[in-house]
């Protein structure tokens, strides 16, 4: 066979494997869209775990009629100067709209503060319509419908309903936990709800924010953290020893905002906390390091979780080291929800355990 040039819709779908893994990937995306644009309120819908429907709204700044088309071309952002070693946003790549028009009905709605109107363009299985006219307030609303009906394999390996649910909402909470002046709401076809009102933009408001995503008793057994070490800060909350779970899935890391999934990070937190847990319990808590864009490297998968840090020992042991100072101030004691339940079991009248 010979060489020859793909065309422009596999060309999307081969990027759409590894941008558009499952319903979770493109609410990731979509909501990071909306944080872009400066939105200050996001409200997300899905139905049949984001397989039949992906609505996101946002009160962005919107995107203009003239650039609707260019957004949903490949390599096409407006978050990218010509250095990729400064990204100062959540998006970077140009990749997530095309890739997710390619595998889906796509339509995107959108008016700026000086329209006079909205206008609409969708993308169904890769092929572009032409812009149309439409109805909306200002910001951007975005719609996936059948998700991967373009691609029918990838639809096998998608688990039940109930399990893409749980995955966007996990999604939604990580990121929203790094915006706490940003309200989200996310509803599903289970009637399910989630919540998360908009707080302060301060340590009080975050620690607020991180109650609702990691529960009330999280303040309350948390210790903070706040240091500095050769330009690299890291700010967060993380447990007490006594307040633990038995996996690691309620720990959250950003790196200049994002969301990240970090091996690294991960490991510091095990070593940090080596001494005073057993090898089966692991902390809560989410770590903020903020630093220059250009002593780590975001562009390592299309997904943008992973992270590559310049000095990845000055990271490791700027955790180690404020967790383990923060353990000793504090010394040992009790979790408060198991003070709690031990005071209420020796009540009169208490029911046994």
Do not use: W
């Not at 303040?219 to 690299?232: C, K, Q, S, T």
């Not at 180690?320 to 923060?326: D, H, P, S, V």
């Amino acid at each position: 066979m010979p060489i020859r040039q793909l065309s422009e819709t596999v060309i999307n779908q081969i990027a759409a494997g590894e941008v558009i893994e499952r319903p979770a990937s493109v609410v990731k995306e979509l909501v990071e869209n909306a944080l872009d644009a400066g939105a200050s309120r996001v409200e997300i819908a899905t139905a049949g775990g984001g397989l039949n429907l992906i609505r996101v709204v946002d009160d962005g700044s919107g995107i203009p009629a003239a650039e609707l088309p260019l957004a949903v071309s490949r390599h096409c952002t407006s978050k990218l100067s010509e250095d990729i070693h400064d990204i100062r946003s959540l998006g970077f790549r140009g990749e997530a709209l095309p890739s997710i028009g390619s595998v889906s009905r796509l339509t995107i709605r959108s008016r700026t503060a000086d329209a006079e109107e909205a206008m609409e363009i969708a993308v169904e299985g890769g092929r572009v319509s032409a812009l149309r006219p439409a109805a909306a307030n200002r910001g951007t609303q975005v719609e996936v419908r059948d998700l991967f009906y373009a691609t029918p394999v990838r639809l096998k390996f998608m688990k039940g309903e109930r399990a893409e649910s749980s995955a966007i909402g996990d999604v939604v909470k990580r990121i929203a936990v790094a915006f706490p002046a940003v309200r989200f709401t996310l509803t599903g076809t289970d009637r399910t709800r989630l919540d998360l009102p908009a707080e302060a933009d301060d340590e009080d408001g975050r620690l607020r924010r991180l109650a609702k995503v990691l529960g009330d008793d999280f303040p309350r057994n948390a210790l903070a953290l706040d240091a500095m070490r050769e330009g690299v800060h890291l700010a967060g909350q993380v447990s007490i020893p006594s307040f633990t779970r038995a996996n690691a899935l309620m720990q959250f890391a950003y790196v200049n905002g994002r969301p990240v999934r970090d091996r690294q990070i991960a490991a510091a937190i095990r070593a940090a906390y080596a001494d005073v847990l057993p090898r089966d319990r692991h902390a809560i808590g989410a770590l903020f390091l903020t630093l220059d864009p250009g002593l780590v490297d975001v562009n390592v998968h299309p997904a943008k979780a992973d992270v590559r840090f310049r000095d990845p020992g000055l990271v490791r042991g700027l955790i180690i080291g404020a967790i383990r100072q923060a353990l000793a101030e504090a010394g040992m004691r009790p979790a408060t929800s198991g003070t709690a339940g031990m005071m209420a079991a020796f009540r009169p009248g208490a029911a046994p355990a």
